[in-house]
């Protein structure tokens, strides 16, 4: 049975803005370098004040949607389900959303009153990003927000493990899946961060149940999540939660579980300026490549090379001649 989309994603609506700042930055100003941090308005607008720069580029973000945006470019069907507020910020993700070709679940003229979730994104000169983010309205997304026929007609479901810090993003992350299950469409999980898995580890047990069709996590998320201190052992330990995986190792590469055998991914060497979107822009082109006829191997090729696409530029999306480019480079192999 032929479904409309590709992948139908849910997660957090933030704006991007992002800023290049200096270990001592971080330091100075109590950041943790490395992580994403929840933080409130008036936090994050003192940490603006303090950053001595230009005004950041925006963009429509958030974990899922920037996969969402990428299976897009690639040239597949997708669709996000998510929350924003009636501000500037939220008719601009509206808009940033349709010219990026995703459908979604936002009516611009019955948007509710709030603040739209924003995330800061530093990056310092090792290419490491850090994120303070405030949820705004987005932390309010619930099982309210789901749209059931959408995800009946969705190859894949696509949640971001972010909306686990909150009870009733968890409980939106719980019925989606079933309702996944239920229709015979796939599900993919992402973890998106370590402190996730160490502060959530539980939610995200909740939410797997017995398991997953497809999880995406880096090493040190797998490490957290199994409690292993190898990486033999942990991915033996996942096969008990996920029928398929994928493990991004930074510039080692990929290591993708296809359900029977272990596929390496080797990495493309490039100049790393910018960690931020990487794992998300490798689940976008992974899922975009099984959605669309691709084995495994060729999908998770397709998605290293977006992905070092990514790391040699700022911000976390490619422009669409670059998405095109990318898989003009790839059309031999896949």
Request: proline share 1%; net charge negative; aromatic share 8%.
């Amino acid at each position: 049975m032929n479904k409309k989309y590709n992948v139908v994603g849910m997660g957090n609506a933030l704006v991007d803005m992002e800023f290049q700042v200096s270990d001592a930055f971080l330091s100075d100003n109590g950041v943790e370098k490395g992580l994403m941090t929840l933080v409130d308005e008036e936090r994050q607008n003192e940490l603006m004040k303090v950053i001595d720069t230009a005004e950041a580029k925006k963009q429509c973000g958030g974990s899922a949607a920037n996969s969402i945006i990428a299976v897009s470019q690639f040239g597949g069907s997708s669709y996000y389900n998510c929350k924003v507020a009636n501000d500037t910020l939220g008719k601009f993700f509206v808009e940033d959303l349709k010219a990026s070709g995703v459908d979604h679940n936002l009516n611009v003229e019955a948007l509710e009153e709030g603040i739209t979730g924003k995330c800061l994104v530093m990056v310092t000169d090792d290419a490491e990003r850090t994120m303070n983010t405030f949820l705004g309205i987005t932390q309010e997304f619930s099982t309210k927000d789901i749209n059931d026929t959408i995800i009946n007609d969705a190859e894949y479901l696509y949640i971001e493990g972010y909306l686990v810090t909150s009870p009733n993003g968890k409980a939106a992350m719980k019925q989606a899946k079933k309702l996944a299950e239920q229709s015979g469409t796939k599900v993919a999980l992402t973890f998106s961060d370590p402190a996730m898995v160490k502060y959530f580890k539980e939610g995200f047990d909740e939410v797997i149940g017995a398991s997953v069709d497809l999880l995406f996590a880096n090493e040190e998320e797998v490490m957290l999540y199994t409690g292993k201190d190898n990486l033999q052992e942990a991915r033996e330990e996942l096969k008990k939660v996920a029928k398929h995986f994928v493990i991004t190792q930074g510039k080692n590469g990929a290591m993708i579980y296809d359900g029977d055998t272990f596929i390496d991914i080797e990495p493309y060497k490039t100049e790393a300026v910018d960690s931020n979107g990487a794992g998300d822009m490798f689940a976008g082109a992974f899922l975009y490549g099984i959605t669309n006829g691709h084995s495994y191997a060729s999908s998770g090729k397709l998605a290293s090379l977006a992905s070092s696409r990514i790391v040699s530029q700022f911000g976390p999306r490619l422009e669409w001649h670059e998405a095109k480019e990318v898989l003009e480079k790839l059309k031999p192999e896949l």
